[in-house]
């Protein structure tokens, strides 16, 4: 089982970032995907999730409008664009996945190492 996130970096306020996750280790296209993030000194949480067919997606209200997940089954990857980017968007990024779409996105307890996005003038 392997996730590794790419495409984080230093932007500006109001710039964009697309992430990257490429997964291996299980059937990508059976499973639901989510981006998560942690900021220094917060928990985890879940910024978006995709159904494993890309029919149904959802956002935390606090990247909604901005933010937008995608997948791709044929590349084993799902992709977090984020536009409008603020500083309170830096945090690590992390991918994960789950049986159902309603799940706890924690596939075998694994985290990959993240990407780490970081929004500054």
């Known amino acids: 089982l392997q996730f590794v996130e790419s495409g984080g970096g230093l932007v500006q306020p109001g710039g964009s970032l697309r992430l990257s996750c490429a997964a291996s280790?299980?059937?990508?296209?059976?499973?639901?995907m989510s981006w998560h993030r942690q900021a220094p000194g917060k928990e985890r949480e879940l910024v978006a999730k995709?159904?494993?067919?890309?029919?149904?997606?959802n956002y935390a209200d606090s990247v909604k409008g901005r933010f937008t997940i995608s997948r791709d089954n044929a590349k084993n990857t799902v992709y977090l664009q984020m536009n409008s980017l603020k500083p309170e968007d830096t945090a690590v990024y992390y991918c994960?996945?789950?049986?159902?779409?309603?799940?706890?996105?924690?596939?075998?307890?694994?985290w990959g190492q993240g990407t780490q996005v970081t929004v500054s003038s």
């Open positions: 994960n996945a789950d049986q159902t779409y309603y799940g706890v996105f924690n596939l075998r307890g694994y």
């Open positions: 280790g299980f059937t990508f296209s059976g499973y639901a």
């Open positions: 995709i159904s494993s067919g890309g029919g149904m997606k």
